[in-house]
């Protein structure tokens, strides 16, 4: 797993920035019932999505979590005085605080089922009955656009995607959260290019393929063949899940 302290500077700017951030804020809020409340982005990161759903809902007070310092601290600097820094498997927050509970980008993350299960039945349980919580799922598929990229690395290793969408579901629905919609947003300037796509490589993005081993050495090579080196491909497109608190 990347080093998400490490990668907080760089973050924004490898993964779309403010244009990707912004369809993605758009399409949470597109799930989420337009009302005064609460809101926690559970997972948040460097609070660039954070922030941007503070600025489209003003009658939404927002609170952002994340575990890592250095993404706390971004987050905290984008969002005064609404970040707390705390483990997303154990929130500390009263049950039924909020009435909306997001994780975008957060449960491909959690590998052990027990970590995914953890991190659902928090969400149920700082929502009010009747809260909406949205999540995305099958982060890792996204990338998957039917590439030359695509293509060379299909034979990779993959590991079993935690936030599978059926799985999500249903441990969504032994914590209490009843399915209610779905979305879709491009990942605006996530495209990948050949050479952006060896670097990844080597810096250990693909978790199964460890930097400096010869097997990711050879996709490295077959990836550097490809032609229209810095051209990038399609942009991912993300899914979103809703769900209402039951009870």
Known sequence: MLDYDKE????????????????AADAVLGLIPDHEGRLLDNGCGTGIVTRLLAGAR??????????TPAMTERAAARLPGGVVRADSRRLPFPDGTFDAVTTV?????????????AVLAEAARVLRPGGTYVTTVDKAKAHDVGSDID???????RRAASDDPAKVDAY???AGLVRTG??????????????RTVK???????????????????FAERLARLPHQDRPRADPVFTLHAYRRSG
Do not use: C, K, N
Request: net charge neutral.
């Open 8 to 23: 907080a500077e760089s973050y924004d700017t490898l993964r779309g920035g403010e244009p990707r951030a912004r369809a």
């Open 58 to 67: 003003p009658g939404l007070r927002i609170t952002g979590v994340d575990v």
């Open 105 to 117: 980008w957060l449960l491909h993350l959690m590998d052990d089922p027990a970590d995914l299960r």
């Open 151 to 157: 293509a060379v690395l299909g034979p990779r290793p």
């Open 172 to 174: 969504a629905a032994e």
């Open 182 to 195: 779905q979305a879709r947003f491009t990942g605006v300037g996530q495209g990948r290019s050949p050479r």
């Open 200 to 218: 990844d490589l080597r810096r250990g993005w693909f978790t199964l393929l460890p930097p400096g081993e010869p097997r990711t050495e050879e």
